[in-house]
Structures are given as structure tokens and as C-alpha cells.
């Protein structure tokens, strides 16, 4: 199974490409996109898509994992974010895929058993998890790698119809 992880955001978009076989996950690519503060909204969301589009056609994943909206104190980011995430459905809806959302503390849950772990507990379990490049320490990289690792977690060997 092949999955790939998003952990949305308009300024830095964690993409994790995760592949599942022999009982064992193997990250194929991961990245932290950018894009400039700038660039008008739009255009940003249409560089989002193009990159997440690019992603789905190289790796022809068949889930989609992201990251349910975490709402916090600042509705103006909150809504952006939100886009990005529509954008990223939109990809995956585009490209066949199975969709798969899981929130915060449910990724949490699943990379390092507590619903309430820090951000360095998470690193320390996804580095522990899968093989990564060292020098990778983006936070949405690795949350995107969680995601993915949530997803294979949740959806075992199930094949998407």
C-alpha cells in the first residue's frame, strides 16, 4: 500500500510519500513545500496543487492521509488552512484516491501511544519508525511522515475500492 501524508499549511505544506510492504514502511520521498508570502493566496493554493497533482502522478499512491483542521485562536489561518486541505481533496478526488483524515491527537496516538505527546517525542518516534534522511527536522515533514504512518496503522493491508 502506498500512501501519501499531507500536513496542510499555505506557507509550508508537509508532503511524505510512505510505502508499505513485507510488514514494513518505507518512507519513498518527503519534503516541507514552500511558497512565498509574496505571492498572492491563489496563486499560492495553485502551486500547492500543482505540487500535491505532481505527487499523486509520480507515486500513484492510493490514500490520501491528512490532517483534520486544529482550531486555534487565529480564524484567519484557520480558514486558510482549511483551503489548502479543499485543495488537497480536491487532488486526491482528481487522482482516484482513497481519502484518509485523522486528527492530531489521533496521529499522536498512533506514532507514539499518547494522545498527548510533544512535538519531540513525535520526531524521536517517526525517526525510531522509519528510516529518514538525517538533517530532516522540518516539524510538518515529519507530521506529514506521521499522518502517512496513522493511515498504514489504521488501514493495514485493506486495498481502496
Given at each position: 500500500?502506498?500512501i501519501?501524508?499531507i500536513?496542510p499549511?499555505y506557507?509550508?505544506?508537509g508532503?511524505?510519500v510512505l510505502?508499505?510492504?513485507?510488514?514494513?514502511?518505507?518512507v519513498?520521498?518527503?519534503?516541507c513545500?514552500?511558497?512565498?508570502p509574496k505571492?498572492?493566496?491563489p496563486?499560492?493554493l495553485?502551486?500547492?496543487s500543482?505540487?500535491i497533482?505532481?505527487m499523486v502522478k509520480k507515486?500513484?499512491p492510493?490514500?490520501?492521509?491528512?490532517?483534520?483542521?486544529?482550531?486555534?485562536?487565529?480564524?484567519?489561518t484557520a480558514m486558510?488552512?482549511?483551503?489548502?486541505?479543499?485543495?488537497?481533496?480536491?487532488e486526491a478526488?482528481?487522482g482516484?484516491l482513497?481519502?484518509?483524515e485523522?486528527?492530531?491527537p489521533?496521529?499522536?496516538?498512533?506514532?507514539?501511544?499518547y494522545g498527548?505527546?510533544?512535538?519531540?517525542?513525535?520526531?524521536?518516534?517517526?525517526?525510531?519508525l522509519?528510516n529518514i534522511?538525517?538533517?530532516?527536522?522540518?516539524d510538518?515533514?515529519?507530521?506529514a511522515?506521521?499522518?502517512a504512518?496513522?493511515?498504514l496503522?489504521h488501514l493495514?493491508?485493506i486495498r481502496?475500492?
Amino acid at each position: 500500500m502506498r500512501i501519501l501524508g499531507i500536513d496542510p499549511g499555505y506557507e509550508r505544506l508537509g508532503i511524505a510519500v510512505l510505502e508499505k510492504k513485507g510488514g514494513k514502511e518505507r518512507v519513498l520521498f518527503s519534503a516541507c513545500f514552500k511558497t512565498s508570502p509574496k505571492l498572492e493566496f491563489p496563486e499560492r493554493l495553485n502551486l500547492i496543487s500543482e505540487e500535491i497533482g505532481g505527487m499523486v502522478k509520480k507515486y500513484k499512491p492510493e490514500v490520501l492521509a491528512i490532517e483534520t483542521l486544529f482550531l486555534n485562536t487565529n480564524q484567519k489561518t484557520a480558514m486558510r488552512v482549511a483551503e489548502v486541505r479543499g485543495v488537497a481533496l480536491n487532488e486526491a478526488v482528481k487522482g482516484g484516491l482513497r481519502v484518509f483524515e485523522a486528527s492530531p491527537p489521533q496521529i499522536k496516538t498512533a506514532t507514539t501511544g499518547y494522545g498527548r505527546a510533544n512535538k519531540e517525542q513525535m520526531k524521536k518516534m517517526v525517526k525510531m519508525l522509519v528510516n529518514i534522511e538525517t538533517g530532516r527536522e522540518s516539524d510538518d515533514e515529519l507530521d506529514a511522515i506521521a499522518v502517512a504512518l496513522t493511515a498504514l496503522a489504521h488501514l493495514g493491508n485493506i486495498r481502496p475500492t
